[in-house]
């Protein structure tokens, strides 16, 4: 496991996340970093801003999960 997971995992434990919502986050996570193929602490903003188009514009989804996408990610940031 990874330090930067280590941490990710610590501060939702701090938040009293529960197990599935530090999966869901994680996943999150995990995702945008592949689709830049970069460690997550390397991502800038405008990085953010273009992979949330990607989800409007490519993936189409909904508000509500692009929202909800938005907040697992940015928690981290």
């Known amino acids: ?10 501060d939702m434990q701090l938040h009293h996340f529960s197990q599935s919502t530090q999966k ?6 995990f995702k945008l970093a592949k689709y830049y ?5 390397k991502i800038s903003e405008d990085q953010l801003k273009d992979y949330i188009l990607y989800l409007i514009n490519e993936r189409s989804l909904k508000w509500s999960s692009i929202n909800t996408i938005t907040l697992r990610t940015t ?3």
Do not use: A
């Open 1 to 10: 496991m990874t330090l930067l997971r280590k941490k990710m995992i610590g």
């Open 24 to 29: 869901s986050y994680e996943v999150s996570v």
């Open 37 to 41: 193929r970069i460690s997550p602490d």
């Open 75 to 77: 928690f981290f940031l």
